[in-house]
């Protein structure tokens, strides 16, 4: 598989997941909408990261790279950039925290920063899947 269509199939993929994470707000599912937000995001990250042929198995990897080969490299919102490592902890918190309660405020947070960054994932997709093919 190309890295084109590897990238092209994560995006894809994000989209869904965050569809998964807007249904459960509507379900009341919190705890789940942050989860599912997280992983939107950490996928479309992943789609990014694809064109450049880079991946980790863990997920402090992915942000890393993400950060250092995306960001840094100006292919990407460094103000959107920021919404992964907080959602992380957040995803983090609500799965395996004691005692965590999440607000429909916080999940509705989530979510929000979930689409905006699924927005600039395809935005910089695109510009760079037509940047390397000139």
């Known amino acids: 598989?190309?890295?084109?269509?590897?990238?092209?199939?994560?995006?894809?993929?994000?989209?869904?997941?965050?569809?998964?994470?807007?249904?459960s707000f509507k379900q009341g599912h919190l705890s789940l909408t942050v989860n599912r937000s997280y992983y939107a995001m950490f996928t479309a990250a992943r789609a990014l990261l694809a064109l450049k042929e880079l991946d980790s198995s863990k997920h402090s990897g992915v942000i890393s790279l993400f950060n250092q080969y995306i960001v840094k490299a100006e292919l990407?919102?460094?103000e959107f950039s920021k919404f992964l490592s907080k959602a992380k902890d957040i995803r983090e918190d609500a799965d395996y925290g004691d005692f965590v309660k999440i607000t429909q405020e916080d999940a509705e947070n989530q979510l929000d920063h979930a689409r905006k960054f699924i927005a600039e994932a395809e935005k910089s997709l695109m510009k760079l899947i037509k940047g390397g093919e000139k």
Not at 3 to 19: D, G, M, Q, T, V
Request: glycine share 0%; charged share 40%; net charge positive.
């Open 1 to 23: 598989m190309s890295r084109i269509n590897l990238a092209k199939y994560r995006l894809e993929r994000a989209k869904e997941i965050l569809i998964e994470a807007e249904d």
């Open 76 to 78: 990407f919102s460094k």
